[in-house]
C-alpha cells in the first residue's frame, strides 16, 4: 500500500492515485521478499538457525503472512 495516501500497491514506482514516488517502497519489499526466499534455501539446506534470522530480517523489513510462517517455522525447527 502506498505509505502516503493508502492506495492499493500496483507495481509502479509511482503510485496511481497521489503520485508518490514508490521506488523505496518497492526495494524494501523486494529485500524481504529475497530474504524469505534464502530463508526457505535455508531451512531446505538444514541451516535452521541462518533461516531463522533470515525470516526475522524480512520481518523487519517488511511484515507479512509468509515471513510469520516462516518464521515460526524455523523457530521450531531451531528448537
Do not use: H, N, Y
Not at 495516501?5 to 503510485?15: D, H, L, M, P, V
Amino acid at each position: 500500500m502506498c505509505p502516503v495516501c493508502r492506495a492499493r500497491f500496483r507495481g509502479a514506482t509511482e503510485c496511481s492515485r497521489c503520485g508518490a514516488d514508490l521506488t523505496v517502497v518497492m526495494t524494501l519489499a523486494a529485500s524481504a521478499w529475497a530474504l524469505r526466499r534464502a530463508a526457505r534455501q535455508a531451512i531446505a539446506a538444514g541451516e535452521f538457525a541462518r533461516a531463522r534470522e533470515l525470516a526475522w530480517q524480512s520481518q523487519q523489513i517488511c511484515c507479512t503472512q509468509a515471513g510469520k510462517g516462516l518464521e515460526g517455522l524455523s523457530e521450531w525447527l531451531v528448537a
